[in-house]
């Protein structure tokens, strides 16, 4: 097999093989006449309002749909996923169930790359992979089925810019979160590459004190362990600094810390300076930057007696959805329509906690107009069947099944 029929990063042109599948497994019906409706939905004394972007974003549904193509293109070869292709839990059990296996994650099993063989195809999630993994893939040479979206390349560019140009990356993002590692691994890979990840615009204001007043660089090192390159030296690294973001971050809070960090650079090298010290670039993708308009434009609303934002609770841009939503009215993020336990009892993640759990009370009673909105990882089946369940336990009829 020649090289390009190893390596593929486009879909194999069988959109209508998998159409059907696609549909039964993500469309809904009920949120297709939510959008005809204005993204409303009144049914008995309950008035349901959708955001206006909501759901799978385009990099989501290439790479769903590139694994649903994969499956049918190599219906006898064993199909491995790196990790799980998004953070959607239906998403995933759906391609576990068609024969497609993890090697990391929480689906992996403990399986690792060593499991495959030159015989295997392997699926690259929308997230990409570091560095590292890819050579180890193509060494292996199996076939290479890449779904990283365009978005994320777009930063891994960015960012090998600057380590080019000898900045070190400082990356507003997650550290643990699949994106943002294959991104620090860019930079690793530039000789004399450096990284630094900063979660919130707390830690970046560790950084910027450090770099208007220097300090203790071990106490720093360690704050920020497992979030920086090996043998990161706060006193070389922090001298030039090139930003960029995970593109599923607040893009509010982002903004927030490239001005942080450039006027700490000014308030130590001065303005005429700035230039060599620091550079900055947007990179929140535009899938995520629209989600959180929209959900903004929602929370304005002033009629709206609570948020219910769906999506996986490892999903970054869900997570920021719930924390706008949060800040305005009650706001609950959930899985699934499971969720909902009944019109008193309702589990979530809430803002800021890394586990679910139950809250009471959740429902008024009586006329209510409810918020939501789903994540870009999250299908529309997903939406609908979450509205179907809010229905079911306010006694209101939902009419015909998805
Ligand atoms: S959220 Fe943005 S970066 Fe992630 S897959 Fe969608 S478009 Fe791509």
Redesign the pocket.
């Known amino acids: 097999m020649s090289d390009t029929s190893r390596y593929h990063r486009r879909g194999f042109g069988l959109k209508a093989e998998i159409a059907q599948s696609f549909r039964e497994h993500y469309h809904s019906e009920l949120v297709d006449e939510i959008r005809a409706n204005g993204f409303t939905l009144r049914r008995g004394d309950l008035t349901i309002r959708v955001a206006r972007e909501f759901g799978f ?4 549904g290439r ?1 769903v749909e590139m694994a649903y193509e994969t499956r049918v293109r190599f219906p006898d070869r064993r199909i491995y996923l790196t990790n799980e292709i ?1 953070h959607n839990p239906q998403v995933n059990e759906h391609l576990a169930k068609m024969g497609v296996e993890f090697l990391h994650g929480r689906y992996g099993e403990g399986r690792g790359l060593d499991a495959v063989s030159s015989e295997d195809v392997v699926i690259i999630p ?2 990409g992979i570091g560095v590292q993994d890819l050579e180890a893939l193509r060494r292996k040479g199996c076939v290479l089925v890449d779904t990283s ?4 390349v777009n930063v891994w560019r960015h960012v090998e810019r600057c380590a080019l140009a000898g900045f070190t990356c400082m990356i507003h993002g997650k550290a643990d979160h699949e ?1 943002t590692k294959a991104t620090c691994s860019r930079a690793a890979a530039i000789e004399n590459g450096a990284y630094i990840v900063v979660r919130d615009i707390g830690e970046a204001m560790l950084i910027c004190d450090y770099i208007r007043r220097g300090g203790d660089s071990e106490a720093l090192r360690d704050r920020f362990r497992g979030a920086c390159s090996p043998g990161f030296d706060p006193d070389r690294h922090l001298e030039r600094i090139g930003l960029s973001n995970q ?2 971050m607040l893009s509010s809070e982002s903004n927030r810390i490239a001005e942080a960090v450039r006027q700490a650079m000014i308030d130590r090298y001065g303005e005429a300076a700035l230039d060599e010290h620091f550079r900055s670039f947007e990179t929140i ?4 930057q629209d989600r959180q308009d929209a959900m903004l434009e929602l929370c304005a609303d002033p009629s709206i007696d609570l948020f219910l934002i769906v999506g996986g609770y490892n999903s970054s ?1 869900t997570t920021h959805l719930a924390e706008i939503a949060g800040r305005h009215k009650p706001s609950y993020h959930i899985c699934g329509p499971d969720c909902i336990v009944s019109a008193e009892a309702i589990r979530h993640k809430p803002p800021g906690g890394r586990e679910e759990t139950v809250a009471t009370g959740w429902l008024p009673e009586g006329p209510c107009t409810v918020g939501m909105t789903s994540g ?2 999250t299908p529309d089946s997903d939406l609908g069947a979450t509205i179907r369940r809010l229905l079911e336990v306010r006694g209101i009829p939902s009419g015909p099944e998805d």
Do not use: L
Request: glycine fraction near 10%; include cysteine.
């Open positions: 974003c385009v990099g989501v790479a998004i929308a997230f979206c365009g978005s994320v994106e593109t599923t993708c535009t899938a995520t841009n870009a990882s």
